[in-house]
């Protein structure tokens, strides 16, 4: 059997690295401290603050038909709680999770944070200077 790689000292420092591979992500702060990553000003992932969810749980973004699915296919990685139910995202047991999971996972929430930052800059474009619509 393969020894465990340890964990690492921080446990988003992972998140974090493979995150950071993929375009234009940034690694950031929420307003309680919690780290993130970003995608054009977006949340895409970061490590889950609210006490209804387990320690060293990973959220992050996902269209709720793949959650379900996640779910169904892995319920000893992947979870939801009631207060995150209603987002489109999936909680993700980190310890569980190996490297090539992870960077699938984060693949799928580039790609639907992606589209959710370009939607917010044709908005943001179509306003005033002050924010008012420009028709």
Do not use: C, N
């Not at 790689?5 to 446990?11: F, V």
């Not at 319920?75 to 047991?93: G, M």
Request: aromatic letters at 6%; a neutral charge.
């Amino acid at each position: 059997m393969k020894p465990k790689a340890p964990p690492p000292a921080e446990p988003f420092a992972i998140v974090r690295d493979i995150g950071l591979g993929l375009p234009d992500v940034e690694a950031t702060t929420k307003y309680d401290g919690s780290p993130v990553l970003k995608l054009g000003g977006s949340f895409m992932a970061g490590l889950a603050a609210h006490p209804s969810a387990e320690a060293g749980t990973l959220v992050v973004r996902m269209a709720i038909d793949d959650r379900e699915t996640l779910l169904e296919d892995a319920p000893e990685i992947y979870y939801v709680t009631d207060y995150y139910r209603p987002y489109p995202i999936v909680l993700a047991r980190l310890a569980l999770l190996d490297a090539a999971a992870l960077r699938d996972l984060l693949a799928v929430s580039w790609q639907l944070t992606a589209a959710k930052a370009r939607t917010r800059g044709r908005r943001r474009r179509s306003a005033g200077p002050d924010g008012s619509s420009a028709a």
